[in-house]
């Protein structure tokens, strides 16, 4: 194992979360803008049938839910700043950790950053009419204002995040409960059979779990946080399940209010359903009330990756494996604070020149690469550390992690086969981390051995 190249005695990180606050995180990160435009792909990719696509949305989130349930024993086992990447690099060593680290803050934790702040502009013209040039500074503006909230402490940074999680969703609840309730172009008792059968019915469905997979993906950014965390043994585990459990409230009961508002073939043929359901049913001014969630829904979602994402290059750098600086805790914050700087200024960089798009686009199911190898730590560790005693254990093991990493790998799987080109540059990228790795870990052994 590493030995960590910061003093004990510099500052350190406080456990001031509660469960409270990581439910938030767990909420407040997943729902980015995948709600309000998901559904429509989900119910084409199964041919409309209800049934199905109501399945998809629920098997989604089981899955998720199988490995949030796996990352709690992990999380209970080794509360530490980092989260994902204290589990790989402790059981397959610092490289892998590294990589994962590397990719997080160039590509995928920031320019899921840069991607959400932009959609922030973009939706913020619903409002305000805003040239190219306004609209990027105003997603400049958004991460400045984000990275300040989170650098002058946690606390209130969880605050923040936690009301503007909540108004997402009473806001998403209520446009459930409005949408089936006033929807009158589907009735639910009735038979809707698939327009699609055999393989392609299997494919279809296959494709539409990836979507549905994404539009979870995020709830692993909470894992980050665990040093943080006040009583992480009892909190994650439930956290990561009353989390589980709402998101999988919200999604579906969202999908079939758009379904009652237009029936499942104008959800299908719609790439901005949520507007189109809600214009549908209360009238065109409506759809400044969708514009309005999608916005607090985007903020919130960018807000909660600023406050997580620093933590791994923060324990990376302690590591003595990332830009040594970085590991510092301001003395009357008690925030990573340089790394959350590093980390918002790059993620600006990416949504004022748009290379957010080209990296993402390559780089983002890479990410499940990681999720798996975190996920298979739980062996690792049971394997090596039998006795060590464990505050929370996943149900179902050794079924419930082998699920979640089998349904990872057929994600990756899936993207590899039908997308070679785009997952060997994605690859690329990844790689372009080792001159670094090397660089770092021999200046951090020339320092030890000086």
């Known amino acids: 194992m590493l030995q960590q190249v910061v003093s004990r ?55 998720s839910l199988l490995g949030a349930l796996t990352y709690g024993e992990l999380t209970a086992l080794k509360p530490q700043a980092g989260g994902l990447y204290v589990f ?11 990589l994962f ?30 040239n190219t040039f306004a609209t990027k500074l105003v997603s400049v503006l958004v991460i400045l204002i984000s990275c300040t909230v989170n650098v002058r402490g946690t606390r209130g940074s969880a605050d923040l995040q936690n009301i503007a999680t909540t108004l997402k969703v009473v806001a998403i609840a209520v446009m459930a409960a409005a949408l089936l309730y006033f ?28 979507a549905v997979l994404w539009a979870y993906e995020g709830w692993q950014y909470v894992t980050y946080s665990a040093g943080e965390t ?12 009353i989390g589980s459990a709402i998101l999988m409230g919200l999604y579906v009961s969202s999908s079939l209010g758009y379904i009652a508002a237009l029936g499942p073939r104008s959800v299908a043929a719609s790439n901005r359903v949520a507007a189109t359901a809600v214009s549908a049913i209360v009238g065109p001014v409506a759809a400044k009330i969708v514009a309005a969630a999608i916005l607090i829904s985007m903020f919130s979602a960018a807000h909660s990756i600023v406050l997580t994402a620093p933590r791994v290059y923060y324990a990376m750098a ?27 200024i790059w993620s600006a960089v990416l949504a004022l020149t748009g290379t957010f798009e080209q990296l993402l686009t390559y780089v983002v199911f890479i990410g499940w690469i990681f999720y798996a190898l975190a996920a298979a ?24 992690p082998l699920l979640f990493i089998l349904a990872a790998a057929v994600l990756v799987a899936n993207t590899i086969i039908t997308q070679p080109a785009r997952s060997a540059l994605g690859l690329g990228i990844v790689l372009v981390g080792l001159p670094a790795y090397f660089l770092w870990s021999r200046n951090r052994k020339e320092r030890y051995e000086g």
């Open 377 to 400: 730590s739980v062996f690792a560790y049971r394997r090596r550390q039998p006795d060590l005693i464990r505050p929370y254990r996943v149900p179902g093991y050794p079924v419930t």
């Open 9 to 63: 005695s510099q500052p350190q990180l406080h456990r001031i979360l509660g469960m409270r606050d990581l439910i938030f995180l767990v909420v407040g990160t997943v729902i980015g803008s995948g709600i309000f435009l998901v559904p429509g792909t989900v119910l084409r990719s199964v041919g409309n049938s209800v049934s199905l696509a109501t399945l998809v949305w629920l098997a989604g989130g089981l899955l």
């Open 230 to 241: 006040v009583d992480p043994q009892r909190t994650f585990p439930r956290a990561f399940l």
């Open 183 to 210: 929807g009158k172009q589907f009735s639910f008792g009735s038979s809707e059979p698939s327009q699609i059968a055999g393989s392609s019915l299997a494919s279809g469905f296959g494709v539409a779990m990836i």
């Open 88 to 98: 790989i690099r402790d059981c397959f060593g610092p490289l892998p950790a590294f």
């Open 318 to 344: 302690k590591d003595g494996l990332f830009f040594e600086r970085l590991a510092h805790v301001h003395p009357r914050f008690g925030t990573p604070a340089l790394a959350i700087v590093a980390g918002s």
């Open 101 to 130: 680290g590397w990719t997080l803050f160039f590509v995928i934790s920031t320019g899921s950053i840069a991607t959400l702040v932009v959609a922030f502009g973009n939706y913020l013209t619903e409002f305000v009419p805003l």
